[in-house]
């Protein structure tokens, strides 16, 4: 049980710490949208408990705070979207069913820099750029908070044209909860 449960939070919590996959899961995983980091994926199983309901819109609001700890990689929030996507799609909910709102704010604002400000900053590339634009062709909506843009200091024009900009964060996980999307926190 032990083991289980820490493999469960390593592979939901700390994704960042791996960049492949462990023997024991190699050629297991199927990515069923997303395959831009192993541990974006899904292990099928025979499991028939809370799965998909053609009756029902899926849709989740994500939270992300947790700052971009290394400049050169995607932000491992990021991975768990696709995750969450992935995971929701191997359980059967049609891509048209799923809507999926990312709220971000916090340090993660500097994962979502345009390439020039993102230059400036880290001297890098930014590797979220074309990650989020995949996440956006499939619909996956993104959001960052006006507010912390403001205390942080960081221009408007200096974010991704892909992320429209809120009043708040708060504002915004409030407002979508109204329209019925369940709030999920993917920060480690």
């Known amino acids: ?79 768990e979207v696709a995750r969450t996507y992935n995971l929701n ?28 400000a993102y230059q400036k900053k880290y001297g890098t590339s930014n590797p979220n750029i074309e990650v989020i634009k995949a996440m956006k062709k499939e619909g996956i909506k993104f959001y960052v908070c006006g507010q912390i843009l403001a205390f942080r200091q960081t221009d408007e024009a200096d974010i991704l044209k892909d992320i429209e900009i809120t009043l708040s964060a708060k504002t915004a996980l409030i407002t979508l909860d109204q329209m019925g999307y369940t709030y999920m926190s993917v920060n480690n």
């Open 89 to 116: 799609v191997a359980n059967g909910v049609k891509q048209k069913n799923l809507k999926i709102a990312v709220v971000i704010h916090g340090g993660a604002i500097y994962g979502i820099l345009n390439e020039e």
């Open 1 to 79: 049980m032990k083991k289980t449960l820490v493999l469960a939070l390593l592979i939901t919590c700390s994704s960042s710490l791996f960049t492949q996959l462990p023997a024991h899961l190699e050629g297991k995983m199927t990515y069923p949208v997303f395959d831009f980091h192993p541990w974006v994926g899904v292990i099928p199983n025979k499991t028939k408990v809370l799965d998909y309901d053609k009756n029902l819109e899926y849709k989740i609001a994500i939270d992300v705070t947790d700052r971009h700890k290394d400049s050169t990689t995607v932000m491992s929030t990021l991975q």
